[in-house]
C-alpha cells in the first residue's frame, strides 16, 4: 500500500512562499505521473500542478506563473515550490497520481497552507 506524507505548509503573509513536500512510499516512484491537489473547505479538491514521469508540468492557470511542481526520484518525493503566494492559495495541499488514473493512491493527511492578506 502506497502511503503519501505531505510537509511544509504554514501561515504565510501574502506575496510569500512555501516549500511543499510529499515523499511516496513507492520503489517504482519513477515510474509514476504525480500531482499536487488543493482543497478548500466546502469545495472539492482540485488539481493544481502535475508532472509527469518524463518531468513534463501542467498547471491549473491560476498558479501557472507562481508555482513549480518538481521531483526528486532519488528521494522519491514530489515538491510544490509557492511563491507570491495570495489569499485565495489558502487551503490543504495534498499530492497522488494525477485525476486521470483511475484509481488513486489513498490520500494522505495534507498540509494546510494559510495565506494571510
Known amino acids: 500500500q502506497v502511503q503519501l506524507v505531505e510537509s511544509g505548509g504554514g501561515l504565510v503573509q501574502s506575496g510569500g512562499s512555501l516549500k511543499l513536500s510529499c515523499v511516496v512510499s513507492t520503489n517504482l516512484f519513477n515510474l509514476y505521473d504525480l500531482a499536487w491537489y488543493r482543497q478548500v473547505p466546502g469545495k472539492q479538491r482540485e488539481s493544481i500542478a502535475t508532472?509527469?514521469?518524463?518531468?513534463?508540468?501542467t498547471y491549473l492557470p491560476a498558479v501557472e506563473d507562481r508555482f513549480i511542481i518538481f521531483r526528486d526520484n532519488d528521494k522519491k518525493t514530489l515538491y510544490l515550490q509557492m511563491d507570491n503566494l495570495k489569499h485565495e492559495d489558502t487551503g490543504v495541499y495534498y499530492c497522488n497520481q494525477p485525476s486521470y488514473i483511475p484509481l488513486s493512491w489513498p490520500w494522505g493527511q495534507g498540509t494546510q497552507v494559510t495565506v494571510a492578506s
Open positions: 508532472i509527469s514521469k518524463s518531468f513534463t508540468q
